[in-house]
């Protein structure tokens, strides 16, 4: 079912600027990924974030997770118009039933030149 | 490179139909999964599989049935299409980690969008 809820669901921003999106999520995780989706296309795995990790930077992301407030954070540092995609976070749940992940609706970040 | 191969990237199939739509993996994942996407509503589970023959119910199996008669192919059936299944369909498959859980990232397949008319 789905539990992660990311904030906000649209995001408009110039090239340069940094972008921040937000995820929480309702019950306790083995993990929590990002996703990228290109407009019409599948998604694509940006970065995992374990439950005992509080930090996680990859090229021009930042991942931060809390798991005591449940919420998670993407911050992609100087946009680029090419970065402009829907961000999806993904919970894998800390459950013994199934290995399916969790998405969220998605933020929509436009990147304008 | 790994890769998940979704049959079709566009498909129009007329009310009452049978649809099948195919998924191929080749990176020896157990998981596979089918997700169907839709404006405002995000990705929402249908089925998935954790191996061969075996397959689980998501969160809308309703209309929908799968099989996996091989690991690296998992098959999404409409039974009977209907207008509402209008939609982005999308394949994912992972690593199985029952226990540690650390690296269960998902690929995706490009999807294809199905109109039923």
């Known amino acids: 079912s789905q539990q992660g809820e990311e904030d906000p669901q649209a995001l408009s921003i110039q090239e340069g600027e940094n972008a921040t999106m937000n995820c929480s999520y309702k019950?306790?995780?083995?993990?929590l990924q990002w996703y990228r989706q290109n407009s019409g296309r599948g998604l694509v795995h940006l970065i995992l974030?374990?439950?005992?990790?509080r930090e996680k930077h990859s090229g021009r992301l930042r991942v931060t997770l809390d798991t005591s407030k449940k919420s998670s954070s993407l911050l992609i540092t100087a946009s680029r118009a090419a970065d402009t995609a829907s961000y999806f976070c993904a919970t894998d749940p800390n459950s013994n039933s199934g290995y399916a992940l969790n998405f969220g609706k998605g933020t929509s970040l436009l990147v304008t030149p | 490179d790994v890769k998940v191969t979704q049959s079709s990237r566009y498909l129009v199939k007329r009310t009452g139909e049978k649809v099948f739509l195919e998924c191929v993996q080749d990176m020896d994942h157990e998981n596979m999964f089918w997700y169907r996407q839709d404006p405002g509503l995000g990705l929402r589970l249908i089925y998935f599989s954790y191996d061969v023959k075996m397959k689980e119910k998501g969160d809308i199996p309703e209309g929908y049935s799968v099989s996996r008669e091989k690991k690296e192919r998992f098959s999404l059936i409409l039974e009977s299409a209907s207008t509402n299944q209008t939609s982005m369909y999308l394949c994912?498959?992972?690593?199985?980690?029952?226990?540690?859980?650390?690296?269960?990232?998902?690929?995706f397949g490009q999807g294809t969008r199905l109109t039923v008319v």
């Open positions: 974030i374990r439950s005992n990790e």
């Open positions: 994912a498959s992972s690593l199985s980690e029952p226990f540690i859980r650390l690296n269960t990232e998902a690929f």
């Open positions: 019950t306790s995780i083995n993990n």
